[in-house]
């Protein structure tokens, strides 16, 4: 068992920093310099779906911008209020793979485990923003029932700690739970989904990366990162530590409309993302989760926009375009439109 050290220097920094976001629309509106307009298409779209961002995020947003892409995907806006038709909220029918508190189970050989509903920033198109974490969080008695549920499944060789962000739970919780999760024989990967070391990069403490070094499982951690712009100095150095902890680094996108759809802005985050030892994994159609179809793009020009970024970049940093559809036993990639191509544009 591998021993989590003491609470070192960035612990106290990244949970003050998570305490002290900005949750009030007007607040943020002006912080950033915002017409007065744009305060009262906040307060009544963050009703339903709380506005929440760190001071360290909001550093990387130009002031006085309404269209700034990275204000855009933590804004609340009034068209989040609209409800045409296919957009729900469960849109991956996770509650049908929910056999146990905190645990998703969809895909053969891995499982989903809801370690914290908490997240450092609530991003507006979050396919996540209906879900049911007070009926999933993973206490003490819970998280013996979902080891038991993970005894019984001996098929399960990969572990994703999920959430809300699995990161806004102390390193000392984090590292209990990883060892009980090395004691499961058949287990072989951890993954990581987290947004944290991009929003807070304080968040990549000396004593996660030690715990991230000394496991015996394989680990991935899956940064979400939309936009070149969201890498600054402290994230680039955020993910060095992350590197030299052993830990392979993926990246995963949403394909966003007014955000990222556009060749150049794709093109230069792949860049920026192997630049910082990150390999460029997914690129996801936005989930047609219920408040959020302001965002999408559409198939057809999804697969237009990655057939020409196939067409400046080497395959290697070109992401797969996939759509993670209700009840499909993986997820379902999209083809690239390829410029030239015969039957393509």
């Keep these: 068992m591998q021993t989590i050290p003491a609470q070192q220097s960035g612990v106290c920094c990244w949970q003050q920093q998570l305490r002290e976001a900005i949750t009030d629309p007007v ?5 950033l310099q915002l017409p007065a307009p744009w305060a009262q298409q906040m307060l009544a779209a963050a009703a339903s779906f709380p506005l929440r961002v760190p001071e360290a995020y909001l550093q990387r947003i130009k002031p006085g911008d309404p269209q700034d892409p990275l204000l855009l995907q933590v804004l609340p806006q009034a068209q ?3 409800r045409p038709a296919g957009y729900v909220t469960d849109p991956l029918g996770e509650g049908d793979a929910n056999p146990h508190q905190g645990v998703i189970h969809k895909y053969r050989g891995r499982l989903l485990l809801i370690v914290s509903g908490g997240c450092a920033i609530n991003c507006r198109y979050c396919f ?29 060789e990969e572990v994703i700690l999920s959430g809300g962000d699995p990161l806004a739970t102390s390193d000392q919780r984090l590292g209990a739970m990883i060892d009980d999760l090395e004691r499961l024989s058949h287990l072989k990967r951890l993954r990581i989904h987290t947004r944290l070391p991009i929003v807070i990069p304080d968040r990549v403490t000396p004593a996660l990366t030690q715990r991230l070094a000394h496991s015996r499982l ?9 936009h070149p712009n969201e890498i600054d100095g402290e ?14 680094l993926l990246n995963q996108s949403v394909l966003l409309k007014g955000i990222n759809d556009k060749v ?4 230069s985050l792949s860049e920026a993302l192997f630049d910082c030892g990150v390999m460029p994994y997914y690129l996801h159609l936005m989930d047609p989760v219920a408040g959020a179809a302001h965002f999408d793009i559409g198939d057809q020009a999804s697969r237009e926009l990655v057939g020409k970024l196939a ?15 209700a009840g499909a036993e993986a997820k379902v990639p999209l083809a690239p439109l390829i410029p030239g191509a015969s039957g393509t544009p």
């Design 311 to 325: 067409a400046e970049l080497p395959g290697y940093l070109v992401p797969q375009l996939v759509r993670e559809q």
């Design 80 to 82: 989040e209020l609209d």
């Design 264 to 267: 150049s802005i794709l093109k």
């Design 235 to 248: 994230v680039r150095a955020a993910l060095a530590r992350l590197a030299a902890s052993n830990t392979r």
């Design 27 to 31: 607040r943020l509106a002006e912080r």
């Design 128 to 156: 996540r923003r209906h879900f049911p974490y007070g009926d999933n969080q993973l206490g003490s008695e819970s998280w013996q029932q979902a080891l038991r549920y993970l005894r019984k499944h001996t098929d399960v």
């Design 218 to 226: 394989h680990t991935l951690l899956v940064t979400h990162i939309n």
